[in-house]
């Protein structure tokens, strides 16, 4: 019996000494840092507009699509409707129709161009929904 508890408490020890050797030699390494992981930059590069005449001295109607710089009014002329997508910020654009009637050949067109420089994938949401404007009359494309 004297046998067994000597070698009862030289394990006992051996476990001790485990312990206190894992605990000298076990380490822990904090690692602090930042991760760019990439951008989005999206900004309007262009924009254009319709405006609509009506010549005083005649009947006639005159329709002026422009791009980026909107050209003066024809002389005695007066604006009697339009559509603009003008810059609402770098990137925001807002879209403005004004007493839009039918038969104005070629339409009313309000566009934009907008340039994505971001180095992540980045997704555009548009508003679809125009009040006041029947839906056949207007045409969304991307």
Excluded at 93 to 117: C, H, I, K, R, S
Excluded at 135 to 140: G, I, L
Aim: negative net charge.
């Amino acid at each position: 019996m004297k046998k067994f508890t000597i070698v009862a408490l030289v394990l006992v020890l051996c476990l001790g000494a485990l312990g206190f050797g894992y605990a000298a030699w076990n380490d822990e390494v904090d690692i602090t840092g930042t991760v760019q992981t990439g951008s989005l930059d999206l900004s309007v590069t262009a924009y254009s507009g319709t405006d609509v005449y009506k010549i005083l001295t005649s009947d006639e109607i005159v329709r002026y699509h422009w791009r980026a710089v909107r050209p003066p009014a024809p002389q005695d002329s007066e604006l009697i409707a339009y559509a603009i997508a003008e810059m609402a910020g770098d990137d925001q654009v807002q879209v403005t129709f004004d007493n839009l009637f039918p038969d104005v050949e070629g339409g009313f067109v309000a566009d934009w161009l907008m340039q994505y420089t971001g180095g992540i994938p980045g997704k555009l949401m548009l508003a679809t929904e125009v009040e006041g404007i029947p839906d056949d009359w207007v045409t969304f494309k991307a």
